[in-house]
């Protein structure tokens, strides 16, 4: 099941690095001439301690950036290969380092899957990890130098994935992982459950209120938010009137079919549908109002053939 990356897929990578007090953020960027697009990468780091790893084909140029830098700490946030990928070479340059994971998904991790064709295109494939995972849920707490980096659960993109808060003055800094990619997205992964997205991101803005600390969103994909909540709520509401009109179109419709939903509401599937086989699709997003996944692995929502 061990997989490397094909290849018919060429990885130009070109870097940049963001301080962003106390965080230093590695960016990592490549051109996918297919999409006519960029697609954009981070890794975080606070002192010795990296959040996620990036993908395999990013591991090199992510341990040059880091330079002497020492690593003693890997937090997980989620099992998807551009958090993951880069964990067998930074544990073989950093042989002590402590990896942990997320209690649900330390199996996941452990036992690899296969990326499928279209997402290697983005961040590359997958090589199996057997190394040791420590489990860690989401009331774990993490001290690095004078910090404080706070477990969340974050689901809704994936089950059990977990982001962190770390207090500095009068911020509230939020790891976010991928719970927000942008503020619409034109499709949903088959992992998505809606309502979890709603309540990670209601949960998110009204922390703000509670802490009266600004929300600065620190997304693995996409530039750094010091708007957070402002951003959130953009797409709290997106979420919120995809689930209005599923759910109304269900009840008209009389039917819970995704594919009924589908047709009445978005009229023919597109090219990122077919592209993908159906795994990022708006008939995901369907069932995740409906049948919220909450279980992995997920079942892949077949798109019809053309
Ligand atoms: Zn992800």
Known sequence: MSESIESDIAFEITTSVEKIHPFTRYNFYKKIPELKMTSHLSVYRLGSTLIDTGSLPVSEPLLSL??????????????????????????????????????KLVDIIHKGFTVPRYRRAYWGGLQIFDGEIIA???????????????????????????????????????????????????????????????????????LEKKTGKKLFILPTHGKILPDGAEKLQVLLSWYRKIQTNVLECSSRLKTRDYYSIFFELYKEFNHGEFRSKGELSRLNLIRGVLDPVKNLPATLLQVPET
């Open 66 to 103: 880091l330079g002497s830098q020492k690593i003693d700490r890997i937090i997980l946030t989620h099992q998807h290969e551009d958090h993951i990928g880069g964990l067998p070479a930074l544990l073989k340059k950093f042989p002590a380092v402590k990896i942990f994971a997320p209690e």
């Open 136 to 206: 860690y849920n989401e009331d774990s707490f993490f001290e690095q130098d004078q910090f404080l980096l706070k477990a969340i659960a974050l689901p809704g993109h994936t089950p059990y994935q977990i982001g962190f808060l770390v207090e500095y003055k009068d911020v509230m800094y939020v790891l976010s992982a991928d719970l927000y990619i942008a503020a619409r997205l034109p499709a949903a992964w088959m992992e998505t459950s809606v309502p979890d997205f709603i309540d990670s991101l209601q949960t998110l803005i009204d």
